[in-house]
């Protein structure tokens, strides 16, 4: 079985982040959890949740961190997240977020976040030629439209050129992601937990990219940790222990794989 895997894919609008997660999750056969999806799905429900989160953004709000983390933790409750793993895609947006995602995996914790680099006049190139589905958010481009004139190819809603995706109101989004997230992605570095891969060129390339960087993360690092929650295992503690350099012959440690693996990795 392909083993799971706890993941964050961070970049800004217009890194290809969904399409990657969607690869991702296919890739290691885990659930790929878009906050944006789950918030509209919820306002349209009319959930408690959507509607508390609709109120923010009627007034132009940020949506609060613990609004958006209680959503969070009730999909992570499920079971083929506590089984498989995740990939997480536009959450956590602040450290605050990042650490009550921290709180919600304990006793497993995050494999990886993965920053996805772009050069914003690719962003804005590409962002120029987006077209998107109103009603389901299908993301199309100039260059690959749907299927029938500007008809939603998954739900037949209208296709079309967001008023947002103008230059200013892009140039005006990057930034505020830049402000946003530079302190998140320090603070994922200081945990030796991310990693940072283009994303210029074809999905498939940049997908490539990524799945090397993650497995190598992983032989580095001695592997995913255990499935969420099961019993007698616990990666709790493991947080500042992901160097590939733990002695050889060291002495037993609690926190350690209850395996009798050898001398560590590559050995
Ligand atoms: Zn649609």
Redesign the pocket.
């Known amino acids: 079985m392909i083993p799971g895997g706890r993941l964050v894919v961070l970049g800004k609008q217009g890194a290809g982040k969904g399409t990657q997660c969607v690869r991702l999750s296919h890739h290691y056969v885990i659930p790929h959890i878009s906050t944006g999806d789950m918030l509209r799905g919820e306002t349209k429900a009319g959930t408690a949740l959507g509607v508390e989160a609709q109120s923010y953004m009627d007034t132009g709000e940020l949506i609060p961190d613990e609004v958006v983390l209680k959503m969070v933790a009730q999909r992570l409750d499920q079971d083929d997240t506590r089984t498989r793993g995740f990939v997480l895609d536009g959450f956590p947006r602040t450290v605050a977020q990042a650490e009550g995602l921290d709180d919600l995996l304990v006793p497993a914790s995050l494999d990886l976040a993965i920053n996805i680099v772009v050069p914003t006049p690719l962003v804005l190139r590409r962002l120029a030629s987006r077209r998107v589905?109103e009603?389901?958010a299908?993301i199309y481009s100039t260059a690959a439209p749907p299927r029938i004139a500007w008809i939603?190819d998954?739900?037949?809603?209208e296709v079309i050129h967001r008023e947002d995706d103008t230059e200013a109101a892009i140039h005006r989004r990057l930034d505020l992601y830049e402000q946003q997230t530079q302190p998140l992605i320090a603070w994922y570095r200081r945990a030796h937990k991310l990693v940072s891969v283009s994303g210029v060129g074809s999905p498939e390339t940049v997908s490539d990219r990524l799945i090397r960087a993650i497995d190598d993360h992983r032989a580095a690092t001695g592997g995913f940790s255990a499935p969420l929650r099961t019993s007698g295992m616990t990666s709790a503690g493991r947080a500042g222990a992901t160097s590939a350099s733990a002695g050889i012959g060291s002495g037993p440690d609690p926190a350690a794989e209850p395996s009798g693996r050898p001398g560590g990795a590559g050995s």
Do not use: S
Request: net charge negative.
């Open positions: 589905c009603d389901c299908a939603c998954a739900c037949g809603g």
